[in-house]
């Protein structure tokens, strides 16, 4: 099991950008296939992105794609998101998950067994 801590949210405009990190430990994060997840009040937790053991396979849900970017280094036990031209609509609370059974990315949150706290991302019109 990996313990997941994420950091980077905040208050932002609408178009500006912000790059979240989930510091793992525990556990080398080279086993662990990532993926980060959304939820507000009003809505369930939903798939954003997701990466491969090695980085070299990605996907991302339709909302996110061409503005958010997935990535990770396992050398320092981190995975990261980067999310540009940001829309009052990407306001929620991400979460990174990650899960070590997996041999590819998914997109079900169900798959993943590990999950961080979360962390805020507020964007404003």
């Known amino acids: 099991q990996v313990q997941l801590v994420e950091s980077g949210g905040g208050l932002v405009q609408a178009g500006g950008s912000l790059r979240l990190s989930c510091a793992a430990s525990?556990?080398?994060?080279?086993?662990?296939?990532m993926g980060w997840f959304r939820q507000t009040p009003k809505k369930e937790r939903e798939f954003v992105a997701a990466i491969g053991r090695g980085g070299g396979s990605t996907f991302y849900s339709d909302a996110v794609k061409g503005r958010f970017t997935i990535s990770r280094d396992n050398a320092r036990n981190r995975g990261y998101l980067q999310m540009n031209s940001l829309k009052p609509e990407d306001t929620a609370r991400y979460y990174c998950?990650?899960?070590?059974?997996?041999?590819?990315?998914?997109?079900?949150?169900?798959?993943?067994?590990?999950w961080g706290q979360g962390t805020q991302v507020t964007v404003s019109s």
């Open positions: 998950a990650a899960d070590q059974r997996l041999q590819l990315p998914s997109t079900a949150r169900q798959d993943y067994d590990d």
């Open positions: 525990g556990s080398a994060l080279d086993d662990y296939v």
